[in-house]
């Protein structure tokens, strides 16, 4: 632990002492961001409230790991040390030695202020807590915990092996020492950070998702069917995906809840979120993890539904 003493007078946590840490929801998102730290060196400990989450998060890091031993791109000595390294458990008990803990649980602001109220007092005092939060106020969450100052935004991207970007974002009472353990935490990771000021969705979801949003107006209003909008995005605009696509890919609950957000905190009717898009929601469609979205998945190949 280093010697630096900050605005709550408790030591923090030194980036070299940061060895163990926590990861809570092992969706895509929890997955994909334990994936990364154990392949960096970090000893994980993921937790879910489903045990079958763990079991089929951990199946879905080895397939991924195994995938580029294949592909040439990683050892199999690598592969088996980055899977050992992954620890998992139902209880926050298993966060008692970690320096970091980053949440990736729904998007939903009820459950993670829960999270955090029921995981601080399992913590040490210098532990610092981060969020993978899409757009949820940093500030309000940090407020829950015994500790804002040791609180920040830490927004992966999805595919989280793939994507190099993690913008990092303050609360009002982040401190510095903080945002220098995260931010070095971020560049051991091989990705490069982009800094974000506590607005509602950031930067990057408060450009993508109303982009989003319009896709499934333009679907609504009959402008273009699903497929003719995503090879329009695709091939007009050059984009890897299809905005639908994207969307399935995200998960249309995560979508509408960050349009909910950006509505709500920017009281500007822009952000309206499209009634097809709550529709789908409402149906559980909520794309790719559900087995249908905008494309229905229960075939070979993803079929439009529109
Ligand atoms: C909502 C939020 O809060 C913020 C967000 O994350 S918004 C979403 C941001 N993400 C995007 O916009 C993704 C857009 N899509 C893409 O960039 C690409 O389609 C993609 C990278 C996902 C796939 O790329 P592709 O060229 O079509 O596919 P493919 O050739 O199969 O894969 C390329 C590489 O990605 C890897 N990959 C693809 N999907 C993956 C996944 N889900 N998990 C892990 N790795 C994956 C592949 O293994 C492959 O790796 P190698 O190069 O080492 O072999
Ligand atoms: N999807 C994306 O592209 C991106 C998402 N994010 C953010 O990452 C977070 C996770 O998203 P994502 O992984 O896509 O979502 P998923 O739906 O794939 O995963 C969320 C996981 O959290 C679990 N969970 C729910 N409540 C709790 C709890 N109290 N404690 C622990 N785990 C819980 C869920 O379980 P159950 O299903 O049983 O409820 C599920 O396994 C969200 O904040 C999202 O906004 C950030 C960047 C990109």
Redesign the pocket.
């Known amino acids: 632990m280093a010697d630096v003493l900050t605005q709550d007078d408790r030591p923090i946590v030194a980036s070299e002492d940061v060895k163990r840490v926590g990861v809570?929801?092992?969706?895509?998102?929890?997955?994909?961001i334990a994936q990364v730290l154990a392949q960096a060196g970090y000893e994980v400990r993921l937790?879910?409230?489903?045990q079958e989450?763990l079991d089929s998060?951990l199946a879905k890091i080895r397939k991924n790991l195994e995938r580029a031993v294949e592909r040439g791109k990683l050892s199999s000595g690598d592969k088996d040390a980055a899977l050992k390294r992954i620890s998992t458990g139902l209880d926050y008990t298993i966060f008692e030695d970690c320096e970091i803990v980053i949440?990736?649980?729904?998007?939903?602001e009820e459950?993670?202020r829960?999270?955090f109220k029921?995981l601080v007092p399992h913590l040490k005092p210098e532990a610092i807590v981060a969020?993978?939060?899409?757009?949820?106020s940093i500030t309000r969450l940090a407020s829950v915990t015994d500790r804002p100052g040791r609180f920040m935004g830490m927004?992966?991207?999805?595919p989280?092996p793939v994507m190099k970007l993690v913008e990092l974002i303050r609360g009002i009472a982040t401190e510095e020492p903080t945002f220098q353990v995260v931010r070095d935490m971020t560049m051991r990771l091989n990705k490069t950070p982009a800094v974000a000021e506590d607005f509602p969705a950031f930067i990057v979801?408060r450009i993508l998702l109303p982009m989003i949003n319009e896709a499934v107006y333009t679907l609504y209003e009959g402008v273009g069917s699903v497929s003719s909008i995503d090879t329009a995005m695709r091939l007009g605009a050059n984009h890897p995906m299809g905005p639908l696509e994207l969307a399935d890919?995200?998960?249309l609950?995560?979508c509408l809840?960050?349009m909910h957000v950006l509505y709500d905190g920017l009281a500007d009717s822009k952000y309206r979120p499209c009634p097809l898009l709550v529709k789908y929601v409402e149906a559980g469609w909520?794309g790719r993890?559900a087995g249908r979205g905008f494309y229905d998945y229960s075939g070979d190949e993803p079929v439009p539904t529109r």
Do not use: P, Y
């Not at 809570?24 to 994909?32: E, R, S």
């Not at 937790?47 to 489903?50: G, R």
């Open positions: 809570i929801g092992a969706g895509q998102m929890g997955c994909g937790s879910d409230v489903d989450h998060g949440e990736a649980a729904t998007e939903n459950i993670k829960q999270i029921t969020t993978n939060t899409s757009s949820i927004h992966f991207m999805n989280v979801n890919f995200i998960g609950d995560t809840a960050v909520v993890k």
